[in-house]
Structure formats: C-alpha cells, structure tokens
C-alpha cells in the first residue's frame, strides 16, 4: 500500500435539489453563498454539468445510481436488482477507491439500492432520501396569513429530527473524521451527502431572516400553470409539485425561493466549517475536493417546482473541483455530466477506470490539456414522457404525450423562453436534432419508441 505522499485526499461533497445558479459567485446575487463563492474562486467551475434524469419521481435514486456505479441512466435502472451482490458491490465507487489503498468514509443520504456500509469502511449517520414531511408542508403558502409551517419551527420533525439539523450533524461528523484521519497514513476518500437543500425547506430562523421577502424576486419564467404538466408528469399527481398550491401565485413562489435560499445559506456554513477544519489539519495541500448536488430544481420557474422536467434549471447542478494542480477562479462551459466525478476521482487515485464505466474524467479539460467535451450531444430523460437532446448550442424537448416538441436557441435565449419549433426556419433543425435524439437514445439503451408520436419529423 502506498504512503499518503502518494495519493491525494479525496473529498467529495454531495447536495441535493442545488441548481446550479444558486451560488453568488455564478451569478445569482439575491443568494449568500460566501463559502461556496470561496470554492469558486479556489478551483474550476464547470458550468454545464447535467443529470442524464431519471426513471421515477425521485431523480435523486438516479443520479446516485448512476455516480456509484458509472453506468449511464437505463443501464443503471437495469442494475438495480443485483445492486446488493458482492460481485456488483465490489465495483462501486467506494470500492474501487479502497481497492486502490484509501481509507473510504460515507455519510449522509444515500438512497441507493446496494447497503452502504457494504461500499465503505467507516460510516457517519446514513440518511433517508429525504426528511419527513408533513401535511402542512404541501400547497404552502395559501396566502400572506398562511402561516402554519414555518421553517425553524422544530415540532415538525424532518431536518430537525433527532434534535439537531441534518446539515450540522453532518458537518460534525466530517469534522472528526478529518481528525482521525488526518493522523493515518492512508489517505482517504470522503463522500459527505447532505440532505439539503431538498425539502422540506428548514433552517434556523437566523437563516431565514437574511431573506427580506420583499428582496426576493419573481423568477423571470414565472407561469401560474405549465401548459403541459399533465402529460409530461409533473401535474398535480406529482408530490414535488404538489409543494406549492395551483396554480402558482408569485407570492407562493417567493416564498418558496426565500426558503429555498435559507436552506442553501445554511448548508453553505456547514461546507465552510469542513473546509475550514480541513486546512488546520494540514491536508488541504493534499486533498482535491469535488462538490456538485444530484440535480438541480425549478422552484417556480415555469410554473414547475421540481426537478422532473428537462429545464435547464433542472437537469444542470453547481460542478466544482479545487486541487493542488488545478486552476483557481476558472469557469469552463463544456457540457459534462456530473457523474464524471466518478471516473475522474479514479483517475486521481491511479485506479483504472473499469470497462462499465461509461463516464469520463475531466481532469484534463480541468488542467487545460483539453477543450472539447467528451460528449458530442447531452442526452435528458424522465420515465417515458419527456426526452431531450442537448447540442451545438441548442435544446429539443420531446414530449410523446403531448406530440409536442420544444426547441430553444440557448446561446440567444438562455433561460429557454423562446420555443423555436414552429418557427419556419427551424423546420430543418427540429428534424435534425429529433434524428439525433434517436440515435442518442439507442446508444443509451432507451427503448422508449418516439417515432409513432412524431410522423411529420421523420425523413
């Protein structure tokens, strides 16, 4: 086994519900993320990560099944069932690394199907999927004098089960464990998983506070419904969107967001606090730290609250990567996934990427040593009823249900306001990314069959 001098420390650094534009230093100044900003300004910022999406409502299960087992969306799915077989555990991510000589430590949400402490040698406080909700954090707020829930309010449970936020015990834990392993000679990999900032959305009312309603704004692809929710699963039937009442109110969504924020806030402190005990132990130097969340989310933006829809807002996380060699203050726009985190914290450790892992590292796009992405096109799924395709700067939204595609020009219309599809001159490009998608999809093993949906875009 090799010394320590060997091998860097690995710490990787997990959200949950995180888009990608609620970091201060990226661009959304309403938010205080004064740590995060740190990380930003410490390493290199990838600034379109995606998830590939998900198979059910909690896109979540598919993101982390995807990040532990480097298999791509349906490949994952069809894993599932032999998850807790030696034989596939051995080939996790938390494996590979201790086969490769790390001390391997997990806390916090897990939520795959393989048991933990099967994939990891030490274990912190392993979490559901998400903390308990109640009946009274659902269609919320009804108005300015609805105030039955409120965020700091401990008699509801979720985050403060137990006692003490979620967030903090996990800070805590990291914490000592950076202790105990800062002493050994191996180094190690951490993979910290908080719960936040998926609801319910709790925080300390300090937290809150930092918030002034009326300094919250209106997102400005605020719609009282979406036009297509039902047939593309995300209507009333759905629990995340059933968070907010229907149909929106602008008042319902800044108040939403504020909490949103809060949660956001809170989590940043608990990030600093790790990073901080991190350098007094003296392994900063040595250590590359990767932080992203599994997906991002809508929080009143087109009428939608969660993640299952293939908005950017949605499917595009925060990526961030600080390490010895590594640029500091440096944003790159080349399309990743943010499961290459996977593949790219074995290529640090000097472990072979193995066959089934069809992610790819992004260390050298982070050095500089390459500018192209490793992916021609990016591909987004949910269940059967939306499918999208991602390239050369422009978006298709494949609704089957509706017959309905969406088509945007996202170096033009960034935030996907313009539907380009029934444009004359984007004919042409509507049927050429459509044919795109169908070969993306095969490479995928989506057998999800589009075509019937779609007579008129087939050559």
Same mark, same amino acid.
Request: with cysteine; aromatic share 10%.
């Given at each position: ?5 060997d ?11 995180q ?15 004064p740590?995060?900003?740190k !990380? ?25 099944? !995807?990040?532990?087992?480097g ?15 030696p &034989? ?7 494996n ?56 700091w ?13 979620w ?12 202790g105990?392993?800062?002493k050994?000679?191996n180094? @190690? @990999? ?9 609801? %319910? ?11 002034? $309603? ?26 995340d969107?059933?968070?907010?009442? @229907?149909?929106r ?17 809170h989590?940043d =402190? =608990? ?6 005990? $991190?350098?007094?132990?003296?392994q ?20 939608l609250?969660?993640?299952?829809? !293939?908005?950017?807002?949605s ?6 990567i600080i390490g ?12 990743v ?25 992004v260390m ?13 096109a ?19 939204i ?7 595609? $969406?088509?945007f020009d996202?170096?033009?219309? %960034?935030l &996907? ?7 004359? &001159? ?9 044919? &795109?998608l ?12 589009l075509?019937?949906? @779609? ?5």
């Amino acid at each position: 086994m090799k010394d320590k001098a060997d091998k860097p420390n690995i710490l990787f650094i997990f959200a949950d519900d995180q888009c990608y534009s609620t970091i201060n230093a990226l661009g959304n100044h309403e938010i205080i993320t004064p740590n995060l900003d740190k !990380m930003v300004k410490s390493g290199v910022t990838f600034t379109h990560a995606y998830n590939m999406g998900a198979w059910g409502g909690a896109v979540c299960v598919a993101s982390r099944t !995807m990040l532990n087992t480097g298999r791509s969306v349906w490949r994952a799915k069809k894993l599932i069932p032999s998850l807790k077989k030696p &034989e596939i555990t051995a080939g996790l991510w938390g494996n590979l690394l201790k086969d490769a000589g790390y001390d391997t430590y997990m806390a916090g949400k897990w939520h795959v199907k393989a048991t933990p402490d099967s994939c990891f040698e030490t274990m912190g406080t392993v979490r559901g999927g998400m903390p308990r909700q109640t009946p009274e954090g659902y269609n919320r707020p009804l108005s300015e004098n609805d105030t039955i829930w409120e965020p700091w309010d401990t008699h509801f449970g979720g985050y403060w089960q137990g006692g003490k936020h979620w967030s903090e015990v996990l800070a805590d834990e990291a914490i000592g464990f950076i202790g105990q392993a800062s002493k050994k000679d191996n180094p @190690f @990999f951490m993979y910290i998983a908080f719960n936040a900032a998926h609801d %319910p959305r709790q925080s300390p009312k300090e937290f809150v506070d930092m918030y002034p $309603l009326e300094n919250i704004s209106v997102p400005k692809t605020f719609l009282p419904e979406y036009p297509y929710k039902d047939d593309i699963g995300c209507g009333k039937d759905l629990r995340d969107e059933r968070l907010a009442p @229907f149909p929106r109110t602008e008042y319902a969504v800044k108040v939403n967001r504020r909490e949103y924020y809060a949660l956001i806030t809170h989590l940043d =402190q =608990q990030i600093g606090r790790i990073l901080d005990v $991190l350098k007094k132990s003296g392994q900063m130097d040595n250590t590359y730290i990767f932080y992203t969340a599994d997906h991002g989310l809508s929080c009143g933006n087109y009428g939608l609250m969660g993640k299952q829809n !293939m908005y950017d807002l949605s499917v595009r996380p925060p990526m961030i990567i600080i390490g010895p060699d590594l640029p500091k203050d440096k944003k790159i726009d080349l399309d990743v996934y943010l499961q290459d985190i996977m593949p790219s914290a074995l290529e640090l450790a000097g472990a072979q990427k193995p066959q089934y892992v069809e992610f790819n590292s992004v260390m050298k796009i982070a050095r500089g040593e390459q500018n192209v992405s490793s992916y021609p096109a990016i591909y987004g799924c949910y269940k059967n009823l939306q499918r999208m395709i991602r390239k050369d700067g422009f978006k298709l939204i494949v609704y089957p249900e509706a017959k309905k595609v $969406l088509l945007f020009d996202l170096n033009k219309d %960034p935030l &996907e306001m313009n539907d380009l599809s029934e444009v004359n &001159e984007y004919h042409g490009k509507v049927k050429e990314m459509f044919k &795109e998608l169908i070969d993306l999809q095969k490479g995928m093993g989506d057998k999800l069959d589009l075509t019937a949906a @779609f007579p008129d875009l087939q050559d």
